[in-house]
């Protein structure tokens, strides 16, 4: 089983501005992979970035890139000169795959509300 | 357009009552998995199908159920509707084995139970 945990409910910062977003994870699992998940206005759910846990290297996708810190367990999200059209919810979600191929569904956060002011 | 799509975009109907959404994955992908997104719960895993089979279940409730068919379209029937079960639903689908592939998600069902 896997928890994970999103302690802030909304943020707010100026555009152009750089906002990191927490997330905490637990897991027992050793073959896991992590993800942020974006779900504006529209409700549709963007894929932002991923990490599989066994790569130290942080990933990194244009503005978007994490700080994921395995031992404690740890992902953060960090948007660099934020625009207005990241305001939205942020989800982050961890899911575990097995060495056959499959993956099992995904563990939310509840989500962090992020609101970028012009 | 993500390439996931779900008929219909929104449902309302009456407690007691069973509707059927319905999800086509991406082409290509085999795994359609459900999700349940809820003011109360937030969003919750339901269920997973691979290539017609049943792989893996979440927070399913007896009163839901779901399958996959040949043309790996799938539909998730939810019967004896309460009021609580009003929440938007999500179907994903993921392509190829290797777990960094993402999983799309399609725009969602609205369902609203009066």
């Known amino acids: 089983a896997q928890t994970v945990t999103q302690s802030q409910p909304e943020m707010s910062v100026q555009e152009a501005e750089t906002v990191t977003l927490s997330c905490t994870y637990d897991t027992s699992e050793n073959n896991y992979y992590l993800f942020w998940y974006k779900q504006p206005p529209s409700r549709q759910m963007i894929l932002v970035i991923r990490q599989e846990a066994y790569k130290q290297q942080n990933a990194t996708e244009n503005r978007f890139s994490v700080n994921f810190q395995k031992a404690a367990k740890s992902f953060s999200l960090k948007i660099s000169d934020s625009q207005l059209g990241d305001t939205a919810m942020y989800f982050c979600?961890?899911?575990?795959?097995?060495?056959?191929?499959?993956?099992?569904?995904?563990?939310f956060g509840k989500g962090t509300h992020l609101i970028i002011q012009p | 357009d993500s390439g996931v799509t779900q008929t219909p975009k929104h449902l309302i109907t009456a407690t007691g009552q069973r509707v059927t959404l319905r999800c086509s994955p991406r082409s290509g992908d085999l795994s359609v998995y459900w999700y349940q997104q809820s003011l109360d719960q937030g969003l919750q895993f339901l269920i997973q199908y691979y290539n017609g089979e049943e792989r893996a279940k979440g927070n399913i409730l007896e009163r839901f159920s779901a399958q996959q068919f040949p043309d790996l379209h799938s539909e998730l029937n939810l019967s004896s509707l309460e009021l609580g079960d009003s929440a938007l639903y999500f179907c994903?689908?993921?392509?190829?084995?290797?777990?960094?592939?993402?999983?799309?998600f399609g725009s969602g069902t609205r369902l609203t139970v009066v």
């Open positions: 979600a961890a899911g575990t795959w097995y060495s056959g191929g499959g993956a099992d569904g995904l563990t």
């Open positions: 994903a689908s993921r392509r190829g084995s290797y777990p960094s592939y993402g999983y799309t």
